[in-house]
């Protein structure tokens, strides 16, 4: 990793600061074990123990909470350091900031000090337990049931399934969401909850080590005092407030394997020699460098926009969040197939970093809503704005 900053004259130098620390711990403790750790499927303890003491697994929580009071720009440096890296790493720090941000935002006073301190301080790594078997994108059809009254002061009893939840193998609470008569409710579980049994998810292509789990809850009870805000608002407010840090993280995430991409495949064209020819000097080489140079710059502006308007709190937030996902994640696969083929037998071995990025970027357009759902998403926010109107001739 060469450390360059992205679109240096975007940043403030505490931001370059932190990028700049983020590369260096990447290099130090992620890069030399990546490919380890993602043919064991597993990250160990120690590297989860390193992200908290570093501050990284709830970097954006305030002080009063644990946090470090990172702006969301600096958020999405820490991500996409990390998924040069690895994206098993980079999964953990994406759902690890879904559950800090919709815990800070909507959880209560005793629910902060319970849960948020000890995640943000790396205590506890937490999961958002929202898709299903048989729900996929499509979040409003919620299967999992929640019986009882959340306002009396008996449990709530909560049934069901939940599928492809990230984290889930490490996790010490869970972010639920259920449907109570119709109305959707968020709760905090806790793993050691009787009646949640965790099945692991195994033989995963890509972003292994982001331990991947089926939860099963049989009347598993839920204090009301664990319920997220007001049963209702789950599907409305909650949960799109920490998709919206999912697919931001997801985005820079993407632009990391896309930079990594560009890095490996640039260095092995400058060096590799073809019938004493430098791979690098071929025309049809340097034009798939071109593509992802140019891919790498344009989401660098994407990213960055995105991050700032979270940060400012301004109403296309969403929709920059969409369009930097949606771009990301498909240049990045273009990036990965592109970085095989100039490696050439070499990238096609188990032991190849591209062959892993190949693997993993593939995950980007399915996680936070598939590349279809992007594109019908923004297929609809495009045409909302109608044609561009011409300036009157003069």
């Known amino acids: 990793m060469n450390g360059r900053l992205p679109a240096e004259w ?36 120690a590297i989860l123990s390193q992200l908290g003491d570093q501050g990284y697994l709830a ?42 941000a919709t815990l800070a935002k909507w959880g209560s006073a005793e629910q902060k000090g319970r849960w948020l301190v000890p995640l943000a301080k790396g205590e506890m790594i937490g999961a958002f337990a929202l898709t299903e078997p048989d729900g996929g994108s499509n979040i409003q059809s919620l299967a999992t049931g929640v019986r009882g009254n959340s306002s009396a002061e008996g449990p709530l009893l909560l049934n069901g399934t939940k599928r492809w939840i990230s984290n889930a193998q490490m996790a010490s609470v869970f972010v639920v969401f259920a449907q109570q008569e119709g109305r959707p409710l968020a709760c905090l579980v806790p793993r050691d909850a009787p009646g949640l049994r965790i099945e692991p998810i195994q033989d995963l292509m890509g972003y292994r080590g982001a ?26 407010h909650i949960a799109p407030y920490g998709l919206h840090y999912g697919r931001i993280c997801t985005a820079c995430a993407g632009l990391g394997l896309l930079r990594a991409c560009f890095e490996e495949s640039a260095g092995y064209a400058s060096r590799r020699k073809v019938g004493g020819e430098m791979v690098g000097e071929m025309g049809m080489i340097q034009s798939m460098l071109a593509r992802m140079g140019a891919d790498l710059e344009a989401g660098t502006h994407l990213c960055h926009s995105a991050c700032r308007m979270a940060d400012d709190s ?32 070499a990238g096609c071995h188990g032991n190849s970093a591209v062959s892993r990025y190949y693997r993993d970027v593939k995950i980007l357009e399915i996680i936070e809503g598939t590349t279809q759902i992007h594109e019908r998403l923004l297929g609809k926010v495009f045409l909302t704005r109608g044609p561009a109107r011409m300036p009157d001739s003069v």
């Open 59 to 100: 970097g954006t929580v305030t002080a009063e909470w644990g946090g470090r009071g990172w702006d969301t720009v600096t958020l999405g440096l820490l991500v996409e350091a990390v998924a040069r890296g690895s994206s098993g790493v980079a999964g953990v720090l994406t759902v690890q900031a879904m559950v800090t």
């Open 211 to 236: 331990g991947l789990a089926e939860l099963h809850f049989d009347q598993v009870k839920v204090p009301p005092a664990d319920v997220i805000g007001k049963p209702g608002f789950a599907i409305s």
């Open 10 to 45: 975007l940043l403030t130098a505490e931001q370059k600061r932190h990028y700049a620390g983020f590369n260096a711990f990447v290099s130090q403790n992620i890069l030399p074990q990546a490919g380890a750790w993602d043919r064991a499927e597993r990250l160990p303890d």
């Open 314 to 345: 301004l109403p296309e937030a969403f929709e920059k969040a969409l369009i930097a996902k949606y771009f990301t994640s498909k240049a990045a696969v273009r990036a990965a197939s592109d970085a095989v083929q100039i490696h050439g037998a």
